[in-house]
Structures are given as C-alpha cells and as structure tokens.
C-alpha cells in the first residue's frame, strides 16, 4: 500500500451558489453532473463530497494542496452509483450525514 487519505467537510461552508468556486474544484465532467442535479442540497452533498475526496486523494498520494490541481483528480460514479476515481491504484468511499461529507482513500501500488 502507498497511502491511506481521509478529509471531512462541513456542507454548511461551502457556496454553491459561486460558479467560480464550483468551477475550481469540480471537473468539467463533474460539474456537469453538478448543475444537472434536482436541489441545492444534492448539489452541496455532490460538491462536498469531490472536495473531501479530492483532499483525501492528495492525503493518500503525499501531495501538498499547490502541488496538484483539483482539475487533475477526476470522481466519476460507476453503473451501480458508487464513486471512482481516474486512478486504477486508488479506491475511494464517499459518505454525506446532514451537513457533513466524508471521504476515504486508499492507494496501492
């Protein structure tokens, strides 16, 4: 095993309703699924959710946050709904309870 990663975010914190922002962090692939979705907090849980992944992903790789670019890590859903990243070495788990995402990485190589 690399790495293990784990971040948590506070839902609450974060502003959907700033583009910019989304943009950042989100992949042109994600935010399309990103302003697709039904509600604002489908949208937060989404966000939330690639943000501590993304975070979680540096963590598990040993990568400092001006090291790598959000763009460069990309959190898609498989057939069955369940978050993958574009890395065949690294698994991830994403979990959202009321205003809290939390994700977990794990690296092997």
Do not use: C, W
């Not at 914190?13 to 583009?19: G, P």
């Not at 498989?78 to 978050?83: E, I, N």
Request: hydrophobic share 40%.
């Amino acid at each position: 095993m690399k790495g293990i990663g784990v971040d948590i975010i506070d839902l609450e914190r974060l502003d959907v309703e700033n583009l910019n922002f989304v943009k950042h962090i989100l992949t042109e692939k994600e935010y399309l699924i990103f302003v697709n979705m039904k509600s604002q907090k489908r949208q937060r849980e989404f966000l939330g959710g690639r943000f501590a992944g993304k975070e979680a992903y540096m963590k598990a790789n040993h990568i400092g946050i001006g090291d790598i670019s959000f763009h460069d890590i990309e959190i898609l859903n498989d057939k069955s709904g369940a978050p993958y990243l574009h890395d065949s070495h690294a698994h991830i788990s994403i979990s959202h309870e009321n205003k809290y995402a939390i994700a977990f990485v794990v690296v092997e190589k």
